[in-house]
């Protein structure tokens, strides 16, 4: 048995967790069919990401082919992913069956084209005329010429045209955008409310579409392909950054397909139109499914009653911020700690519009892994640089899935006067750092953001995550080495408070370990209480059960793939993993140990992967303050007294809650986070 558990079966254990919340009868009915689209996207970005992955390995011929954690081969791992997506395929269609009817319950009916009133069809038509023939293009599939190029993830219907001649086929790609989206409210009845699929109207007129044809039947089925999502990019010197991911994002597209999701209903002779064209194997990448496909779109099923959906509760004021005051002043007088989605974000926001016009502040450098669409942040820097300030931004072009967003952002910010930076192609920056120089006195202050989630305003409504907001002088000039390295990546400073990736933080956080370990060698009380998103690293891992093995008490939060074995006896009898999933995704990494009485704490951007570590720029920071560090340690302790939505991270990985206690009241922890934060005033 290997000491570690494979990180693609842990992670699709994650996403299992996903599909529990969405059976979950204490769930808002509407919640639990978005957690359906949220379960239905990660599959996909798995598919598109790591099974690919694997499957490139797979394919090379070695003699001895290396093993993956968890002691596989590619080989050996194929099928058991393969086994694992179908059974929570499974589930996922008995569970979206079983809202479906719930829905129907409380008055609200999916329904398809042959069930739709004459009031509704009418509906449909003015519908699809105004709004969706008019995205539509037909593609004519013909013996003699290539299959069209279809892209990663679209819904597609395959359309058979019958006649007594023979079969005709088409594709149509579903125009799926805001203006078109995929869910149309219909035209009800009272106490009750219908909603169709964007394919099914388009089914209903599929004669209107294809009138210049003869056939006795047209019949259309559903089908996506995914593809492997691998981003590689030109080593010509002579190109910029931003040509070579352009040609990187245009060949990640046409990347090769890796599986085809289609309608089990639909006739072999179609499928088999389809399949003779692509580069795909039958074995494990043809998905027989129902009529529905790219089911991550019920994430944004519209709101059809309110009585079904999950309570919002707003996110609230840090108690020490005034917000028709400067907030520069308050974090000169003292260190503030922002907790999301439970503080708003608005705070940061509020900060940099007020650097952009203080006659005082000099300058601002930022770091943007992914920021929102229309976004607030990219909108203050523009201002900032129009009223005269000095605004570098490092804009990460490669974090995957946004390198469209990012080079948009580029092109933006310059136009507006902002410099821009760009990593290393072998460097990915991850860090979520902002610094900002004002005039004060005879000298110059620093104002520092260190954080561990972006500088999305979207995402901290959905996301938990830190946020130190600081005055402190060692930090501001460790941060202003950060954005020195980030420009002249030959210069390796050294630092006091920050903990910085790549050339430190691995060995900075087995310090601290090793630390404990002595302690408890020692007979001392030792502990680590850390949490994380992903803990693989193989290293990491082992200096955990060292730790265990030599008396420290570990404690872990891991959201995500854990390659850790937890309670196993010998190995790691003194660690325990809980995983949480609930309404808001936990984000946050935090690091806690005893240190012989003197707790020490840091937040940073970094999960405990060999990328974070090795191969990207991430930061830390310790948090010095008594008052925060007792605020980081009660928000543990609040999470780690979880028993409703957290599940037990050790063999047999079966997803089990954390029991509760004969007597023992139930917690939530994102709920009672809320009420502490209602409370605290630190």
Same mark, same amino acid.
């Given at each position: 048995m290997?000491?570690?558990?494979n990180?693609?079966?842990?992670?699709?254990? $994650?996403?299992?967790?996903?599909?529990?919340e969405?059976?979950d009868k204490?769930?808002?009915?509407?919640?639990?069919?978005?957690?359906?689209?949220?379960f239905?996207?990660?599959?996909?970005?798995?598919?598109?990401?790591?099974?690919s992955?694997?499957?490139?390995l797979?394919e090379?011929k070695h003699?001895n082919?290396?093993?993956?954690s968890?002691?596989y081969?590619?080989s050996?791992?194929l099928p058991?992913?393969?086994?694992?997506l179908?059974?929570?395929?499974?589930? $996922?269609?008995?569970?979206?069956?079983?809202?479906?009817?719930?829905?129907?319950?409380?008055g609200?009916?999916?329904?398809d084209e042959?069930?739709? &009133?004459?009031?509704?069809r009418?509906?449909?038509?003015?519908?699809?005329?105004s709004?969706?023939s008019?995205?539509?293009v037909?593609l004519l599939?013909?013996k003699?010429?290539?299959?069209?190029?279809?892209?990663? #993830?679209?819904?597609?219907?395959?359309?058979?045209?019958k006649?007594?001649?023979g079969?005709?086929?088409?594709?149509?790609?579903?125009?799926?955008?805001?203006?078109?989206?995929?869910?149309?409210?219909? +035209? &009800?009845?009272?106490?009750?409310?219908?909603?169709?699929?964007?394919?099914?109207?388009?089914?209903l007129?599929?004669?209107?579409i294809?009138f210049?044809?003869?056939y006795?039947?047209?019949?259309?089925?559903t089908?996506?392909i995914?593809?492997?999502?691998?981003?590689?990019?030109?080593?010509?010197?002579?190109?910029?950054m &931003?040509e070579?991911?352009?040609?990187?994002?245009?060949?990640?597209?046409?990347?090769?397909?890796?599986r085809?999701?289609?309608?089990?209903?639909? +006739?072999d002779d179609?499928?088999?139109?389809?399949?003779?064209?692509?580069?795909?194997?039958?074995?494990g990448?043809?998905? /027989? #499914? #129902?009529?529905?496909?790219?089911?991550?779109?019920?994430m944004? $099923?519209?709101?059809?009653?309110a009585?079904?959906?999950?309570?919002?509760?707003?996110?609230?004021?840090? +108690?020490?911020i005034?917000?028709?005051?400067?907030i520069?002043?308050?974090?000169?007088?003292q260190?503030?700690?922002l907790?999301?989605?439970?503080?708003?974000f608005?705070?940061f926001? !509020?900060l940099?519009? *007020?650097?952009?016009?203080?006659?005082?502040?000099?300058?601002i450098?930022?770091?943007l892994?992914r920021?929102?669409?229309?976004?607030?942040?990219?909108?203050a820097?523009?201002s900032a640089?129009?009223?005269?300030?000095?605004?570098?931004?490092?804009? *990460?072009?490669?974090?995957?899935?946004?390198?469209?967003? !990012?080079?948009d !952002?580029?092109e933006?910010?310059q !136009?507006?006067g902002?410099?821009v930076?760009?990593?290393?192609?072998?460097?990915?920056v991850?860090?979520?750092?902002?610094?900002?120089e004002r005039?004060?006195?005879?000298?110059?202050r620093?104002?520092?953001?260190a954080?561990t989630?972006?500088?999305n305003?979207?995402t901290?409504?959905?996301?938990?995550? $830190?946020?130190?907001?600081?005055?402190?002088?060692?930090?501001?000039?460790?941060?202003?080495?950060?954005?020195?390295f980030?420009?002249?990546?030959?210069?390796?400073?050294?630092y006091?408070?920050?903990i910085?990736? +790549?050339?430190y933080?691995?060995k900075?956080?087995?310090t601290?370990?090793?630390?404990?370990?002595k302690?408890?060698?020692?007979?001392?009380?030792?502990?680590?209480?850390?949490k994380?998103?992903?803990l693989t690293d193989?290293k990491?891992?082992?200096?955990f059960?060292?730790?265990?093995?030599?008396?420290?008490e570990?404690r872990?939060i891991i959201? #995500?793939?854990c390659c850790?074995q937890?309670g196993?006896?010998?190995?790691s009898?003194?660690?325990?993993v809980?995983?949480?999933?609930?309404?808001?995704?936990e984000h946050a990494r935090?690091l806690?140990v005893?240190?012989d009485?003197?707790?020490?704490s840091?937040?940073?951007?970094?999960?405990?992967?060999?990328r974070n570590?090795?191969?990207?720029?991430?930061?830390?920071?310790?948090i010095r303050?008594?008052?925060l560090?007792?605020?980081l340690?009660?928000?543990?302790?609040?999470?780690?007294?979880?028993?409703?939505?957290a599940?037990?991270?050790?063999?047999p990985?079966?997803n089990?809650?954390v029991?509760?206690? /004969?007597?023992?009241?139930?917690?939530?922890?994102?709920? *009672?986070?809320?009420h502490y934060?209602?409370?605290?005033h630190?």
């Amino acid at each position: 048995m290997s000491d570690l558990y494979n990180r693609e079966l842990s992670w699709l254990q $994650f996403n299992d967790r996903v599909l529990q919340e969405a059976r979950d009868k204490s769930v808002p009915l509407m919640q639990r069919l978005r957690f359906l689209g949220i379960f239905s996207n990660n599959q996909d970005e798995f598919i598109r990401v790591r099974l690919s992955h694997i499957l490139r390995l797979a394919e090379l011929k070695h003699k001895n082919p290396p093993k993956l954690s968890g002691g596989y081969t590619a080989s050996e791992l194929l099928p058991l992913i393969d086994s694992r997506l179908e059974v929570s395929r499974k589930i $996922f269609l008995s569970a979206y069956s079983g809202i479906i009817s719930e829905m129907e319950r409380h008055g609200v009916y999916v329904i398809d084209e042959t069930k739709l &009133s004459e009031e509704q069809r009418r509906f449909c038509r003015q519908y699809f005329y105004s709004v969706v023939s008019i995205r539509l293009v037909p593609l004519l599939l013909r013996k003699r010429i290539d299959i069209p190029f279809l892209r990663d #993830g679209e819904i597609y219907l395959a359309v058979k045209m019958k006649s007594a001649k023979g079969s005709r086929y088409a594709i149509l790609q579903m125009p799926v955008s805001e203006a078109c989206p995929r869910f149309v409210v219909l +035209p &009800s009845e009272k106490q009750r409310t219908d909603v169709i699929f964007l394919d099914d109207i388009i089914r209903l007129f599929l004669n209107d579409i294809f009138f210049m044809f003869s056939y006795n039947s047209i019949t259309a089925y559903t089908f996506k392909i995914v593809r492997d999502a691998e981003f590689t990019l030109d080593d010509d010197v002579s190109k910029s950054m &931003s040509e070579k991911m352009f040609q990187g994002l245009h060949k990640r597209e046409r990347g090769r397909p890796v599986r085809l999701v289609y309608d089990r209903t639909m +006739p072999d002779d179609v499928l088999q139109t389809i399949i003779r064209q692509l580069p795909i194997r039958k074995s494990g990448q043809l998905e /027989p #499914g #129902g009529r529905y496909h790219r089911l991550c779109d019920l994430m944004k $099923f519209p709101v059809v009653h309110a009585g079904l959906e999950a309570s919002k509760a707003q996110p609230m004021l840090h +108690p020490l911020i005034d917000p028709f005051d400067s907030i520069l002043k308050v974090i000169r007088k003292q260190d503030i700690l922002l907790c999301y989605p439970y503080h708003t974000f608005n705070h940061f926001i !509020n900060l940099l519009h *007020e650097a952009a016009v203080d006659p005082r502040v000099q300058s601002i450098q930022i770091t943007l892994y992914r920021t929102a669409a229309h976004s607030k942040v990219i909108h203050a820097l523009l201002s900032a640089a129009r009223n005269g300030k000095q605004v570098t931004a490092l804009v *990460e072009l490669k974090a995957r899935f946004d390198e469209g967003q !990012n080079m948009d !952002n580029t092109e933006l910010l310059q !136009n507006g006067g902002v410099k821009v930076v760009h990593s290393l192609e072998e460097l990915k920056v991850h860090c979520k750092l902002l610094l900002i120089e004002r005039r004060e006195g005879r000298g110059c202050r620093g104002y520092v953001y260190a954080g561990t989630g972006n500088f999305n305003e979207d995402t901290t409504r959905l996301y938990s995550d $830190f946020g130190l907001l600081t005055t402190d002088e060692q930090v501001v000039d460790d941060s202003r080495k950060v954005f020195d390295f980030l420009q002249n990546t030959h210069k390796h400073p050294v630092y006091k408070r920050l903990i910085v990736s +790549p050339y430190y933080m691995r060995k900075q956080i087995e310090t601290v370990i090793e630390n404990e370990i002595k302690h408890a060698r020692k007979g001392k009380k030792a502990y680590i209480y850390a949490k994380f998103n992903s803990l693989t690293d193989e290293k990491m891992v082992k200096k955990f059960y060292e730790a265990s093995q030599s008396g420290v008490e570990v404690r872990l939060i891991i959201r #995500g793939a854990c390659c850790l074995q937890a309670g196993v006896k010998g190995l790691s009898e003194r660690i325990k993993v809980h995983s949480i999933v609930d309404q808001y995704l936990e984000h946050a990494r935090l690091l806690m140990v005893c240190n012989d009485g003197a707790p020490l704490s840091w937040i940073m951007s970094a999960d405990l992967m060999t990328r974070n570590l090795d191969r990207r720029v991430e930061v830390g920071i310790s948090i010095r303050d008594k008052r925060l560090q007792a605020t980081l340690k009660a928000y543990f302790d609040i999470q780690w007294r979880d028993n409703t939505k957290a599940r037990l991270i050790a063999p047999p990985f079966d997803n089990s809650y954390v029991p509760r206690l /004969p007597g023992e009241e139930a917690h939530r922890s994102q709920t *009672e986070l809320y009420h502490y934060f209602e409370t605290h005033h630190a």
